[in-house]
Nanobody
Framework: QVQLVESGGGLVQAGGSLRLSCAAS????????MGWFRQAPGKEREFVVA????????YYADSVKGRFTISRDNAKNTVYLQMNSLKPEDTAVYYC?????????????WGQGTLVTVSS
């Protein structure tokens, strides 16, 4: 079993930055694909970004490309999401996920989520 705990959410003004962290415990996730989904109020959960175990090939949703950067530290079992140039439409609960592949990540392990609120 893998437990994922997100942190770093909060309230920020449009144009600002936040850095989310996701700490994994229970077993090593160094071989897992890890990533982030988000769910805005009244909307369906959507994919944001994923990163392979090597950290070489991240995949971003078009809506965050160029503004968000994912990274991982396998020694610390932690993945990070640096969010810059935040927009009000980025307001959502952000969930960390881990899975064997990008395709199956949504069916893997999930954290409880951390709320990001971007004010205009």
């Amino acid at each position: 079993q893998v437990q994922l705990v997100e942190s770093g959410g909060g309230l920020v003004q449009a144009g600002g930055s936040l850095r989310l962290s996701c700490a994994a415990s229970g077993r090593t996730v160094s071989s897992y694909v890890m990533g982030w989904f988000r769910q805005a109020p009244g909307k369906e959960r959507e994919f944001v970004v994923a990163i392979s175990w090597s950290g070489v090939t991240p995949y971003y949703a078009d809506s965050v490309k160029g503004r968000f950067t994912i990274s991982r530290d396998n020694a610390k079992n932690t993945v990070y999401l640096q969010m810059n140039s935040l927009k009000p439409e980025d307001t959502a609960v952000y969930y960390c996920t881990a899975g064997r592949t990008i395709a199956t990540m949504a069916h893997g392990y999930w954290g409880q989520g951390t709320l990001v609120t971007v004010s205009s």
